[in-house]
């Protein structure tokens, strides 16, 4: 059975950077058939994709995030992380890590997603 | 940038009732669209892949068809279960895979 747990604070300072990461068992991060990827939903709102990775270390950003955001692969730890630089009140959301199928690019295992909240 | 539009943004309908959201793409997209739903406090789940294909494990009640700009998800007859926000992802444009806005449905 395939898990992912997301990890990390969950209250950041505007300006500041907000770190995540996601712990995946039950399957191997360096499983050439995934991508890792990150999604986030703020309250009461849609979703959206921030980006993901594959174990090679190539990555695919949102292109209206990109300049803030680091997406980052530890096969060692069977973790990938996720870093956004700059963050504002707009930041605030539940992040959910995901797995992410190469052939449909569709999103088959999720955490169970953290929130974070941006705020002094 | 694709636009996905999902229509209706919210829905009531009654068990048993057949219920459909439909889900249009500002271009063409080909086949590449996938359903989610999403109960709420819990992460989405994947439904249909690749527009038309069930996801293994979920009830064939559910279904998915169309191509191009224009996609259809299908519930046959409604489950009091079924209560969720369900939303459309395409994935034709790299690197930005985008959401529709979803469809809340509601029971009677």
């Known amino acids: 059975q395939v898990q992912l747990q997301e990890s990390g604070p969950g209250l950041v300072k505007p300006s500041e950077t907000l770190s995540l990461t996601c712990t995946v068992s039950g399957d191997s991060i360096s499983s050439g058939s995934y991508y890792w990827g990150w999604i986030r939903q703020p309250p009461g709102k849609g979703l959206e994709w921030i980006g993901s990775?594959?174990?090679?270390?190539?990555?695919h950003y949102n292109p209206s995030l990109k300049s803030r955001v680091t997406i980052s692969v530890d096969m060692s730890k069977s973790q990938f992380s996720l870093k956004l630089s700059s963050v504002t009140a707009a930041d605030t959301a539940v992040y959910y890590c995901?797995?992410?199928?190469?052939?449909?690019?569709?999103?088959?295992?999720w955490g169970q997603g953290a929130l974070v909240t941006v705020s002094s | 940038d694709i636009q996905m539009t999902q229509s209706p943004s919210s829905l009531s309908a009654s068990v048993g009732d057949r219920v459909t959201i439909t889900c249009q793409a500002s271009q063409d997209i080909s086949h590449y669209l996938n359903w989610y739903q999403q109960k709420p406090g819990k992460a989405p789940k994947l439904l249909i892949y690749d527009a038309s294909n069930l996801e293994t494990g979920v009830p064939s009640r559910f279904s998915g068809s169309g191509s191009g700009t224009d996609f259809t998800f299908t519930i046959s007859s409604l489950q009091p279960e079924d209560i969720a926000t369900y939303y459309c992802q395409q994935y034709d444009t790299l690197p930005s895979y985008t959401f529709g806005q979803g469809t809340k449905l509601e029971i009677e």
């Open positions: 995901a797995r992410q199928w190469v052939g449909a690019v569709s999103f088959d295992y």
């Open positions: 990775i594959y174990y090679s270390g190539s990555t």
